[in-house]
């Protein structure tokens, strides 16, 4: 993630075996860590990754501010009550230190975090939503949670106070999934903070004809959104294409017009 300065893995692999393909399997793969997609859907925990983390926080104490988790594995990975419990104990000692946990996750939230006597009220908690189709997750994200009910336990948290945000990203092309964009801001439109990212390491997205004008319009779209509903916008570096954006200038709507003028300023 842009701007996280520190980050936590306390697993290696994931059991959701995310098919986009998944950055972080392909460069553990890479570098001998995993053999294969199997070998990465069975995740090994960090054994005494509290233990490390007590000496980590010893050594950097006071220059810590936040804690991103994770970008290497999903701490709450579904239906993994181990690696769970494990990830609310570390969420808990970090809370502790006054470190605030930026987390994010495809599986379903523990109603437990809401309780701010444990944990830290300034959190932010996150889910991965770039699609509403069931049919779409199970190819993507075969084993992980469903959407609905990712954004109902993020929903369940924004309920109790808490910080929720969304990354939208690997955002795929119209040949990949024919959706409109604006039904998934629409649902997740409770959320403070949105992360919009184009999808890479695949050819479907190139072979895509006009895939920098779909993706340019979508940027469009979520920063018109977002400055309606008050939500804070973030384009992932790459998405947007701003020669494109000049070329297609004139078939944009008046709002969209207005938001491609600062974006080419
Ligand atoms: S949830 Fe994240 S870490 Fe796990 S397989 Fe999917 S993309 Fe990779």
């Not at 889910?127 to 190819?139: A, D, G, I, M, N």
């Not at 336990?153 to 964009?181: C, F, R």
């Amino acid at each position: 993630m842009e701007g996280a300065a520190y980050s936590l893995n306390h697993v290696e692999g994931c059991t959701h075996g995310c098919l986009y393909p998944c950055y972080a399997y392909l460069m553990k793969k890479r570098f001998g860590k995993f053999k294969d997609y199997k070998d990465w859907r069975e995740p090994r925990v960090v054994e005494n990754s509290l233990e490390l983390l007590e000496k980590e926080l010893g050594k950097l104490k006071g220059r810590i501010e936040s804690v991103y988790m994770c970008f290497a594995t999903d701490l709450f990975m579904y239906k993994q009550k181990e690696i769970i419990g494990l990830s609310l104990e570390i969420i808990k000692r970090l809370n502790k230190e006054g470190i605030k946990v930026v987390t994010i996750s495809k599986g379903i939230y523990s109603s437990g975090l809401t309780d701010k006597k444990i944990f830290g009220a300034d959190n932010e908690y996150g889910s991965t939503v770039v699609s509403l189709s069931e049919e779409f997750r199970k190819k993507y994200e075969p084993f992980s949670a469903s959407v609905n009910d990712r954004i109902k336990s993020l929903k369940k948290l924004h309920d109790a106070g808490l910080k929720t945000w969304v990354i939208m990203e690997p955002y795929p092309t119209p040949n990949i999934i024919k959706q409109d964009i604006s039904e998934i801001l629409e649902k997740i439109s409770f959320i403070d903070e949105v992360f919009f990212g184009r999808m890479n390491y695949s050819k479907l997205v190139t072979d895509y004809k006009g895939y920098k004008s779909f993706y340019n319009y979508n940027v469009l779209k979520v920063m018109d959104f977002c400055g309606k509903k008050g939500i804070k916008c973030h384009i992932k570096t790459g998405t947007l294409d701003k020669n494109q954006l000049n070329l297609d200038y004139l078939n944009y709507p008046p709002a969209f017009k207005k938001i491609a003028d600062k974006l080419s300023a």
